[in-house]
């Protein structure tokens, strides 16, 4: 365990203080450890992705940060403060998302903003985050006659009516439509824009891709990658993927060094019969590849090609894909 | 002015109190169990009990001589029946009691443990003595009271107010409190800003103001309708149903202060309250029940309700005098609340 942090001695926002700084966080439900040791800093202003399949332990995490779930070991510090001692003043400060709240369906939405806005001692007005969650049609209606989309921004509204510094949103689009989900993806930009700290969760990589400046990608409780969507990109080796299947080499299997013999293929991997390259560029390899499948006789009946995502970044490094499990 | 009602209405213990009321009045089912199931039960009881001309036994002798002593007395309806055919009859009720003349004189059949029967018995041989000739030695008269108060309408309605205000609390926290955690919503609660003890305090107001329509509703209807007295104070009254009614909301917040599930909630609620059904004395008098178990069916709090609300309404007693019963329901308030704090699971 880490020694302690000292807390900030003032409860004025800190200029220099991190808007999230986690340290050696540790966390066991019975056997399965969740949490393994963690350590994060995320900077004010900053939107930061926790990325990973589902039981890597992100909602854990983002648990932890927000006081729900005590540590076993290891330090959270919010906006220069922590929980033991702060915890009136961060829960002012703060604005939080859970997975699958379920508000009481047969209040009106303006009913549970103005609910939740009376928890706060500043904020904005129920009104405005109507406005703000595009709920202002809905203003009458009650929680049941919503759609997931408009429960999710409903949820999303009860975040912000406190004005909070600092924003936890748990797998904000899980079970939305596209469309639903590209409504919420401005509203987190509006939130960025207004240079609140937004720290959000997703198994999503696109998701990530699009909103989060930083991500970090967690597996087994452990962060396994951290950077910006781009440099977690580029360290696969390639900026595009290349996908094919071969047939005709009479169940002899393509020897894979054959492929990555071809300048510019930085890495290679076979999942379920498909080639996976991933490829520095495209238009002076992928002749190369052409060449090297004719010469040996084979035959091509599938190639695709595609940018590289941090779906690739999460395969690359554990060898799953993120939806297997 | 305005200014004080907005600072009101944006305090987080109105909005949680609104929502709670508010949640309260758009279950129609809610509705029904606390508002108009008491006064179904009330009318039904009054109807099945009501004032009749005291009951006339059905009754049956072997033989026609007999069947016509029985029924020169007002309190019987005699027929004829032979022997098998009486016994089927008593057998299923239909008769109380059956006189087979014998060749020493009279046997009478009938259930001892059955009051009815005990009664007919008195009767049927008081007619038979006479009919056959025999005169009392005192001379009796009857002078009949039929007071209110002493009817078993008057009994029943405090009986009832208790057990409503058990149900009521009890339900409306426990489903409550349980379906909020269920849905995940106790712990989106507790990860806002808002003080938990307002959260409780939420219950117990918006219940209390449940309360006055109930009592209003329910008691007013059981003064029109049936003339049952208020020989108490009715200060004192209301007082008892407040605190009857926050010690059963204490009850339900501690029966929901762990379970996860409506279906162990649901559970527990029925194994709180199925005793007190049955000891509490609703429908008759809980001194009924055998001595050894006594103490355990004083120390219920619907025992402890209903004797102090028959005690105000139907004998006029001050709160000083239904002392024991007040501080029993006092406990009730206190320990299961503090305990239920302790214990409350918020998430």
Redesign the interface.
Known sequence: MIQPLSESPTTAPHATAPALLLRGLRKTFGDVVAVDGLDLEVASGECFGLLGPNGAGKTTTIEICEGLTPPDAGTVQLLGLGWNHHANELRQRIGIQLQETQFPEKLTVEEVLRLFRSFFRRGIAADEAIRMAQLDEKRKARVGTLSGGQKQRLAMATALVGDPELLFLDEPTTGLDPQARRHLWDLVDELKKSGRTVILTTHYMDEAERLCDRVAIMDHGRIIALGTPQQLIASVGGDHIVELAVSGDFGRPLDPRLLTAIPGVQSHRVDAGIHQLSVTSLHTTVPQIFAAIDALGLELTEFRTHSATLEDVFVALTGRNLRDE | MSRLAETIQ???L???T??RF??FM??PEAIFWVFIFPIILAVGLGIAFRNRPADVLPVAATTPQLTQALAADKGLRADTMDEAAGTHALATGAIQLLAIQSPQGVDYKYDDTNPDARIARLLADRAVQAAAGRRDPVSAQNRLIHETGARYIDFVIPGLLGMNLMGSAIWSLGFAIVE?RQ???L??M?????PRWQYLASYLLSRLIMLVVELVVFLGFARIAFGVPFRGSLVELALLCLITSLAFSALGLLIASRAKTMEAASGLMNLAMLPMWILSGVFFSASRFPNIIQPIVRALPLTAAIDALRGNMLQGMTLPQLGVPVMTLLAWLVIPFFVALRIFRW?
């Open positions: 944006a305090s987080s109105f909005q949680l609104a929502a508010r949640l758009r279950e909020a849905k995940k919503l712990k989106r507790v990860a806002s800003p808002m998430r």
